[in-house]
């Protein structure tokens, strides 16, 4: 199957930083979604983004699915971005694989 | 919309019980998945349904059973609970299989001691 590695495993930011989150995939997949857990464990999507480039607020992706990957731009942080964002992608059937997520602590 | 719901929020099981997490949504959403998260992981499918009277299983479905009665509901079975089966669980679901957002519930704490 798929296998979907994320970096950093782990960050801290100084409230007001930007960060970039990566996701790489070992294989192509058709959909590629990213997702916030936070602190209190809901799971909450942030985009579904299979190519090109996304953008939510401070928050925007982008993926090259001809390079196998996914970037996730965090703009002036803010301590409620704190928690876990996950990427998850699958081929062309129901599976979507879960990388194992990029823990983010932003301080105050 | 209350979105996804699933009930309940913890639970502790004894080795060797069953139980049954509830997940309903109210968004008409023909596909609904059941996941696990071990602590410090990323989630695991267990099972899936892409509409009414039709399951498949996941990743890691050994344990479990699932059945898809309507469209709204979405129960996972877990038949004598073992230790192993202590984790997060989550129910999600998508109006068209993974190629559209998929959105979750708040998540079952489940203990198995």
Redesign the interface.
Known sequence: GIQVEQSPPDLILQEGANSTLRCNFSDSVNNLQWFHQNPWGQLINLFYIPSGTKQNGRLSATTVATERYSLLYISSSQTTDSGVYFCAGGDAGNMLTFGGGTRLMVKP | NAGVTQTPKFRILKIGQSMTLQCTQDMNHN?M?WYRQDPG?????IY?S?GAGIT?K??VPNGYNVSRSTTEDFPLRLELAAPSQTS?Y?C?SSRQ????????G??T?LSVL
């Open positions: 596909y998945y992981m990323g989630l695991k499918l899936y892409v498949d996941g990743e997060v989550f999600a299989g993974l190629s559209e957002k998929l959105f979750f708040s998540g704490q």
